[in-house]
């Protein structure tokens, strides 16, 4: 058999990639498509007919300020958690690494809360916020004491601490490879050069470790954008609808006030701000690249 | 070697493919189903869809047994989404259940569409619950359900030292007064609040509306910008009458964060004595440690309508029946039997009010109603003091004008600035065609 045919390398990259490529066309591109159609329709959800609006929907997206309440929200959400996590894990994965006592046991503890789901986690946080904080500031004689969740900052100060407890420990790991990737010779040399700790971390390790921050910015960005189950479970929108983040806005927008068109039509422009966000970071970050 | 490696390759891809595959498996998440009963019969399988979390249990035992004696295949499915949300799901797959259980507003968006006309059944002359569109009977009604104050009588009598008589708080200046009589004998804050959006937006502040001798002309009035909902003399006396429970709310301080398990237990064991609700609350007051009498009365009002002597309410949860190519002619007779069942059948009957506790829609069904605020509606309604249900307020009214409320609650803003409020929603509204 002649294996720099071109029908030879067809069969071999279909008989790999076609069943995972059909799937991954059967359920994200045709739906992105037909999702896409939806947008030029008024349809409610679930009636059987779609009648075509052309731009409407798009126009009642740009109408919409609480959907752009909504990003705006969600920027600053995003802004302080991606900064905040990457923060966090980077000390952790730096904790975890540096030879401490029981490091294998501090970095399965620090990864658990990424194993919980996010709704069981914004319920268990719910009731540390109501209830546990409450008794606490309670019995340190406060009196009426209110829960964090029922002011509009302190709501999102929770929305915030929670996903940095979240998502920590797994970018995390993501930096102990990272760290662990950086050959121990270039920072002994670095050192026999007059570097001090400080001064090798800041000069040889970070800039070889650029790839794990690449990657876990645009993990974490990605993330932070799209957040739902948190936000469901933890606030629901509450107080008075001022932590409703972009994800949970076009829910309710395509679900529970049944305007599907207009719902996905706003999904769409939430993707693009994602995608343009995202690409961007990526495109920066790996232009600085530098290979050991 | 060669074929052995290409097969090794196939494997391998084959094992890939079934590893994607089984992340689409049918998600069991939210949807538990089952199953009960032999495939006798005519064998039709029919699915229901119950959005009322508190009788999953009682319905899947029921079809079991009704599916045995009946010879049909009953499955019972449950949904915590929004039914709208949930049911466009299973339009969309083609897999519409036989009957769902909706909220009335559903009834109304997707009956003409996809509903059987069930004007022909005998129960429609036993209710006047029924939904009907066009003279078209769609809607089966499947319980009374009514909102007022829910108090607790014995905590009332254990201070004032005398039975409580719902029917001597009818004004608010009343009420002021049991208020501060519970208070100086040592309840320190005799009501609580939920502040849960549908709570305040769906049930205490569409009072505002279904009060209203025209509730139609009234919304109109607000679309157009003709009247507003500051100056409405109902909207001011039941904001009175909240303003009296906000002022006792026992979690004042932190009234918009305040639990709703939390609220109602307080109320079952008598901490508190009075709550705005409705007979729904009963499956959340029956968890705990509950005092016999309680019951829900009118909300107490110095207006000069006789809106503080009825309970607002009336049919509530509705079942359709699919009328799709996807339920076959068996289908829908095996559905309109079961309905037919449960209003005219003796154990069907007893399914209804003493399983499932709740209060039947229908005249023919004489059974006492077992819960005590269940109790208080059936009395209400048997004496044709309730103020029906307002069905057509936007879907996002409760969430929209919830968070409004939720302001109002919290001190955030006053009276005005929440009747502004209103008033730009209804302007900014579509109206429902009706």
């Known amino acids: 058999m002649q294996r720099n045919k071109m029908s030879y390398k067809v069969s071999q990259f279909l008989m790999f990639a076609g069943p995972a490529g059909l799937l991954f066309v059967g359920t994200v591109i045709i739906p992105f498509l037909y999702g896409l159609y939806l947008t030029f329709t008024s349809w409610d959800g679930i009636s059987r007919t779609k009648p075509f609006v052309g731009f409407e929907n798009y126009a009642s997206t740009f109408a919409d300020t609480a959907y752009w309440q909504a990003i705006g929200r969600t920027l600053i959400y995003s802004i302080f958690s991606v900064i905040l996590i990457n923060i966090v894990a980077f000390a952790l994965a730096y904790l975890v690494t540096s030879g401490v006592k029981g490091q294998n046991f501090f970095r399965a503890g620090f990864f658990i809360p990424n194993l919980i789901g996010g709704i069981v986690l914004g319920y268990v946080w719910k009731f540390v916020f109501n209830r546990a904080f409450v008794a606490v500031a309670e019995s340190l004689g406060q009196r009426n004491a209110a829960s964090l969740l029922s002011t509009t900052n302190g709501a999102m100060f929770c929305l915030i601490l929670v996903s940095v407890w979240q998502y920590a420990g797994y970018m995390m790991l993501i930096y102990v490879a990272g760290f662990m990737s950086v050959s121990e010779s270039l920072k002994e040399a670095a050192m026999i050069d007059g570097c001090t700790p400080a001064q090798a971390m800041q000069n040889v390790t970070i800039p070889l470790m650029r790839s794990s921050f690449v990657q876990c910015i645009f993990l974490s960005i990605t993330r932070c954008f799209m957040v739902y189950d948190v936000n469901l479970s933890l606030t629901k929108g509450e107080p008075f609808n001022s932590s409703v983040m972009a994800a949970m806005h076009v829910f309710n927008q395509a679900f529970t006030y049944k305007n599907y068109g207009t719902g996905q039509a706003e999904a769409l422009i939430l993707f693009v701000i994602c995608a343009i966000v995202g690409v961007t970071q990526v495109y920066i970050g790996k232009k600085g690249e530098v290979a050991a | ?213 025209d509730p139609d002309a009234f919304i109109k009035g607000l679309h157009d910008g003709t009247t507003h909902m500051a100056d409405d003399a109902i909207f001011n006396s039941m904001m009175d009458t909240f303003d009296a429970l906000k002022a006792n709310n026992y979690a004042e301080a932190s009234a918009i964060s305040a639990e709703r398990e939390v609220t109602e237990q307080k109320l079952a064991e008598g901490e508190l004595a009075f709550m705005f609700g409705g007979n729904w609350d009963w499956s959340v007051i029956n968890q705990y440690d509950y005092s016999d009498n309680m019951g829900i009365m009118p909300v107490p009002q110095n207006g000069s309508t006789d809106a503080n002597t009825k309970l607002v309410g009336g049919g509530s949860k509705y079942f359709f029946i699919d009328s799709s190519s996807n339920t076959s002619d068996e289908q829908v007779q095996a559905a309109k039997d079961f309905l037919n069942w449960m209003v005219y059948d003796s154990e069907g009957q007893s399914f209804l009010v003493n399983e499932c506790a709740l209060v039947p829609a229908f005249s023919n069904i004489t059974l006492a109603v077992s819960d005590p605020l269940g109790a208080s509606v059936k009395t209400y309604a048997d004496k044709g003091a309730l103020i029906g249900n307002y069905n057509y307020l936007p879907d996002d009214h409760y969430s929209k004008l919830g968070a409004a409320f939720q302001e109002y609650l919290a001190n955030k803003t006053d009276r005005a600035g929440f009747g502004a409020a209103i008033d730009s929603y209804w302007q900014a509204a579509t109206l429902s065609e009706h």
Request: glycine residues 10%; charged residues 20%; proline residues 2%.
């Open chain 2, 1 to 213: 070697m060669i074929k052995m490696k290409k097969f090794l390759a196939l494997a391998l891809s084959a094992a890939m493919t079934a590893g994607i595959l089984a992340g689409c498996g049918s998600d069991g998440s939210t949807n538990g189903g089952s199953t009960g009963g032999s495939t006798s019969g005519n064998g039709a399988t029919i699915t229901i869809l119950n959005s009322k979390m508190e009788i999953q249990e009682q319905l899947e035992k029921m079809a079991e047994s009704y599916g045995k004696s009946k010879g049909v295949n009953v499955e019972v499915y449950y949904s915590s989404d929004t039914i709208a949300a949930h049911l466009s799901t299973r339009y969309a797959s083609n897999e519409p259940y036989t009957i769902s259980m909706v909220d009335a507003k559903d009834v109304y968006s997707l009956a003409k569409e996809h509903a059987v006309d069930l004007s022909g059944e005998d129960w429609v002359k036993d209710t006047t619950e029924a939904i009907s569109i066009d003279g078209k009977v769609y809607g089966f009604p499947v319980c009374v359900e009514a909102r007022g104050i829910i108090y607790n009588a014995d905590a009332i009598k254990a201070i004032t030292g005398s039975d409580f008589d719902p029917a001597s708080v009818k004004t608010l200046d009343d009420f002021n007064k049991l208020l501060s009589d519970l208070k100086a004998g040592g309840m320190a804050a005799p009501t609580g609040i939920m502040k849960e959006d549908w709570s305040l937006a769906a049930h205490f502040l569409a009072e505002v509306y279904e009060q209203q001798a």
